[in-house]
């Protein structure tokens, strides 16, 4: 784990840098698509999102989520990445659900720098973010 400063721009000049944002998030779903057939599956992205436990704890501390809540909020995400209701989310779906993703965050940031501690994950975006800020300088 490693303490970064991020604003809003940190995150916004990472996904208008096309080319790198592309690449960046492409890692992700190659790394997330377990089967290697091009699209992630309802399975593969309930897999990712448990492996981040993003729901089942509150600022570090577990809680417990009835497991039908969880199988829900999960569908609903899936949903909204598989915008074209194929079945399975292709690597155009995921590219555009990232971005909207990251946008809000740096819209949620706002344009003053916060400490935030961030794990050591060679696929974060964040961390990718201000790698591509601490390049600049």
């Not at 996904?15 to 690449?23: H, M, R, S």
């Not at 829900?72 to 909204?80: E, P, Q, V, W």
């Not at 993703?101 to 060679?122: H, K, N, R, T, Y």
């Amino acid at each position: 784990m490693g303490v970064v400063v991020i604003d809003g721009s940190t995150v916004r000049d990472f996904v208008q840098n096309e080319a790198l944002f592309a690449k960046s998030v492409d890692e992700q779903f190659a790394a997330l698509d377990l089967n290697k057939d091009g699209v992630l599956s309802r399975a593969e992205l309930r897999t990712a999102f448990e492996s981040m436990r993003l729901i089942e704890t509150h600022f570090g501390i577990d809680v417990a989520t009835p497991p039908e809540q969880l199988a829900k909020l999960y569908d609903s995400i899936f949903d909204k990445f598989d915008g074209d209701r194929s079945g399975a989310v292709d690597r155009r779906e995921f590219r555009e659900e990232m971005k909207k993703i990251m946008l809000a965050i740096a819209d949620g940031l706002g344009s003053f720098p916060i400490q935030m501690v961030l794990e050591d994950d060679p696929n974060s975006l964040l961390q990718k973010a201000v790698d591509l800020e601490a390049s600049k300088t």
